[in-house]
């Protein structure tokens, strides 16, 4: 079903709303090619077979006269790049519904919390069988601005939380046998309280599929995402100190309260996360992981009884078609 957009005009200066971007710019190109679903086969346990479309980082960039300029520019800026998120999240869904599958999205559905983006997640959420993990997007005022924690994050929480169809924070669902369950792992790291509640889920005896939208580490995938960044970082929750010693410093000197810039100091995993990692990669119940962040498909084994499958980003037109058996 096609999603219906407002036309949302900037009187003041004359200009067309950064919401808009990504229409108008759709109306002046050639047709974009479809969704490329990368099929795959899940061995989960399930009581009856079954599909699902999974999507990432979508990354809806819109803001409108609900919200303050900044905003409406910090739009204009980054829909460059992303302005397809909605387009291919439209084909995502049309795929799944004509399929009768359900639709699992594992993070940054909107690129910024505002008024407008909050507005077409809900709409896109509403009326379709969704199940969804939160992203760092999710949370960001202004991307990349400050120090994101879990301080920040209260901030828009409840806000951020109305408009999504499960609890952001850990939610489970069971589907043909198979629990879900997502987890917000988005600051790289997972609190006791989480690693509590999972083990909940697990003693309900079912195979689980852990929904995340930071992929946790993996050695090849580590190797890979440094050699991406330039030797800054990997991206993932819960890699070994050791590895992150060996990741290089921040070009510039760093002042007084910039320490959180340091991907060294960011993504260091602490002590409930290396616990909850330890736990889950022990646990044979574990059978996928399902995740995004990386705006890359990547396929590793993290247990020995689950590989850890990276979706890449909707915006470039991707996503997983994945048969539960």
Known sequence: MNIQRRNFLRLGAGLIAASELPRVALAKCAPLPPIKLRQIEICAGASKPFGAVHVSDTHIVRADSRDNARKITLAARRSGHMKWGEHYLDEAIRAAESAGEMLIHTGDLIDFVSAANLEMAERHFAGHDWFASSGNHEFSQYVGETKEDDAYRRVSYNRVQAA????????????NGVNFVAIDDVYYNVTEAQHALFEKEAAKGLPIVILCHVPFYTPRHHDEELKRSGGACSYETGVPDEKIATWRAPSRP????????????????????????????????????????????????FSPTAVQYVCSATYMGDGYRIRFT
């Open 254 to 301: 760093l002042g007084k309260g910039e320490e959180w810039r340091d991907r060294r100091v960011q993504q260091r995993a602490d002590a409930p996360t290396k616990e909850f990692i330890k736990y889950i990669k022990a646990q044979p119940l574990l059978k996928a992981i399902l995740c995004g962040h990386c705006h890359k498909f990547w396929e590793e084994r």
């Open 164 to 175: 999504y169809p499960n609890d952001i924070t850990f939610a489970s669902r069971v589907v």
